[in-house]
């Protein structure tokens, strides 16, 4: 269960205005309680507005067409979920008793008006008012945040110890992920297709830069007077590169060339190509020492995840709860809340803070 992304949604919804059906919608229904737990409901009118705004941000997504058709079929099952356990986790926070001073509050508004870069209080309240929110509203949905992050950090944080040993345990279990591809640091220059010299000089040209790179000169200076008079390129970096940076054609050229040697002129984008190999890499396990603080960020976050699901499942079995899912949120159980819609890095440590409300664009901007 992606708490992290649980969170995000929640606040993602309170900034967009409610929809002109729902507006339109008869009341009472909108009123509807679909989520009772122990003392806290949620209605269908919060439902609605966090579902409609999940569909608004899939559609602002990047993701491919067949992509974000598959995952509009899980929203209404991804919200219910999002909403049930925000509800589950605030109704622990009144047992908890976890109240949040006003000057608390206050200063968690002050870092984010620094980090989300805005000026004075009147501008990051303008921007909010120009994405249809309040300040009122803003504060109110920061509080339930911090209320449920108190209760986290009560009840799954401090249960979880992460040392060494489970760092290299980790690592020893997930090699996979810490494995690096075949890599290749490479440099080339480009003998031009713009200019007054015919195809066969251009390939004179590249064919006599090869021979010399591959004889020991620099490139740079073999191709010096060709690229003050115009006719090559200046000596590219192409940096590190791993199977699929390149084109295909050069890649082929390039990739099973050693170190220090020149591919043959390569006919590519812009012109004739000549690459040459400065370090090649092979693919292998990094070291644990090289990886240890990479492997310990990651033994943590799922050390957080397990705990959390197992968390989040103990207060399910203690509560009181009455549950009326909508049409196609009846199977929530089975969702991963917001997981596709906000990936969260699984290098993430457990004691991470958690995402405060996103900001809206400085007014005027």
Not at 60 to 75: F, H, I, K
Not at 151 to 162: H, L, P
Not at 305 to 321: F, G, H, K, T
């Amino acid at each position: 269960m992606k708490v992290r992304a649980l969170l995000r949604s929640g606040v993602m919804a309170l900034l967009a205005a409610l929809p002109a059906a729902a507006q339109a919608a008869d009341p009472g229904l909108l009123n509807k309680v679909v989520i009772r737990i122990n003392d806290r409901i949620a209605t269908l009118h919060d439902y609605e507005t966090r579902r409609v705004e999940m569909e608004r941000e899939l559609l602002r997504s990047d993701l491919p067409l067949a992509e974000r058709r598959r995952l509009a079929g899980q929203v209404p099952e991804r919200v219910f979920a999002d909403l049930y356990q925000e509800i589950l986790l605030l109704s622990r926070a009144d047992q908890l008793g976890v109240v949040l001073t006003d000057e608390q509050l206050e200063a968690q508004l002050g870092r984010l008006q620094e980090s989300y870069g805005f000026a004075d209080r009147a501008e990051f309240e303008a921007a909010l008012e120009q994405s249809g929110l309040s300040m009122r509203e803003f504060r109110e949905q920061l509080r339930r945040n911090m209320r449920i992050q108190d209760v986290i950090g009560q009840e799954v944080r401090s249960q979880i110890s992460v040392d060494d040993d489970l760092a290299r345990k980790y690592y020893r279990e997930h090699k996979d992920r810490f494995e690096l591809p075949r890599r290749m640091t490479l440099r080339e220059i480009i003998v031009l297709d713009a200019g007054p010299l015919s195809a066969e000089e251009r390939r004179e040209i590249a064919a006599t830069v090869r021979a010399r790179v591959a004889a020991g000169e620099k490139l740079a200076e073999v191709i010096a007077p060709y690229h003050e008079a115009g006719t090559t390129s200046g000596v590219i970096e192409l940096g590190q590169v791993t199977a699929g940076d390149l084109a295909p054609e050069l890649e082929a050229a390039v990739w099973e060339l050693e170190a220090g040697q020149a591919t043959e002129p390569v006919a590519s984008r812009g012109g004739l190509h000549v690459i040459e190999v400065v370090e090649r890499q092979e693919a292998g396990l990094q070291p644990f020492n090289d990886v240890a603080e990479q492997a310990l960020r990651m033994a943590s976050e799922e050390a957080y995840q397990d705990r959390m699901s197992e968390y989040l499942q103990e207060l399910d079995a203690r509560a009181y709860v009455q549950l009326d899912p909508p049409p196609g949120a009846e199977g929530f159980r089975r969702a991963e809340p917001g997981e596709a819609l906000e990936p969260m890095a699984s290098e993430t440590p457990p004691d991470a803070a958690a995402p405060e409300p996103e900001p809206p664009p400085p007014a005027g901007g």
